[in-house]
């Protein structure tokens, strides 16, 4: 399997414009989770699903922030609209809920705004 | 809530030196517990993790470490560093009945020639 993958892995952009960072799980696995990774701030867990359905969002920050996960194979986070603060890696992670129950993690997407 | 400690924020040491990573815990229910490693500009890859049986584990890379109830305590260690095993890493909590993660807040291990 490719594992997890994310895209773009480097995002740039300016305040006030609407970001989408984009996640393809494994093949498989039932859950999916959203963080956000800064200095000051750690990992933090944004929200995650499971069999396509959000669980708990509570650590989503804002309005400013969605996310969806249509089907079993993608899910999009978008930040609307974005801010300098907001600049961060986001990392998307999936797990098979009835098994090891580690997650495994992608590459992450590089946001940065300016 | 359950909540993850790393003492340490960064550790240096020498190459081939022994290092271990404190990691301690709180929870109220019983836990699995989890050690990720995560390389410079890259995502976090599972080092070994506890479920239940043996307190002592295993990963890879030759990293172990020992789950210890009654300290609420799952240290990492390895005997002899390399070079190559500079990397931050994290120490994750999963309740049994949780889907969710808590990880620590990272230990910077530096090994230096």
């Known amino acids: 399997d490719a594992g997890v993958i994310q895209s773009p892995r480097h995002e740039v952009t300016e305040m006030g414009q609407e970001v989408t960072l984009r996640c393809k799980p494994i093949?498989?696995?039932?859950?999916l989770f959203w963080y956000r990774q800064t200095m000051m701030r750690g990992l933090e867990l944004l929200i995650y699903?499971?069999?396509?359905?959000?669980?708990?969002d509570s650590g989503m920050p804002e309005d400013r922030f969605s996310a969806k996960m249509p089907n079993a194979s993608f899910s999009t986070l978008k930040i609307q609209p974005s801010e300098p603060r907001d600049s961060a890696v986001y990392f998307c992670?999936?797990?098979f809920g009835t098994g090891g129950y580690e997650q495994y993690f992608g590459p992450g997407t590089r946001l940065t705004v300016t | 809530a359950q909540s993850v400690t790393q003492l340490d924020s960064q550790v240096p040491v020498f190459e081939e030196a022994p290092v271990e990573l404190r990691c301690n815990y709180s929870s109220s229910v019983s836990v699995y517990l989890f050690w990720y490693v995560q390389y410079p500009n890259q995502g976090l890859q599972l080092l070994l993790k506890?479920?239940?049986?043996?307190?002592l584990v295993k990963g890879i890379n030759g990293f172990e470490a020992e789950f210890n109830k009654s300290q609420t305590s799952f240290h990492l260690r390895k005997p002899s560093v390399h070079i190559s095993d500079t990397a931050e890493y994290f120490c994750a909590v999963r309740i049994n009945a949780g889907n969710m993660l808590t990880f620590g807040g990272g230990t910077r291990l530096m090994v230096k020639p």
């Open positions: 093949s498989g696995h039932d859950y």
């Open positions: 699903f499971n069999n396509n359905v959000p669980i708990d």
């Open positions: 506890y479920l239940s049986g043996s307190t």
């Open positions: 992670a999936s797990s």
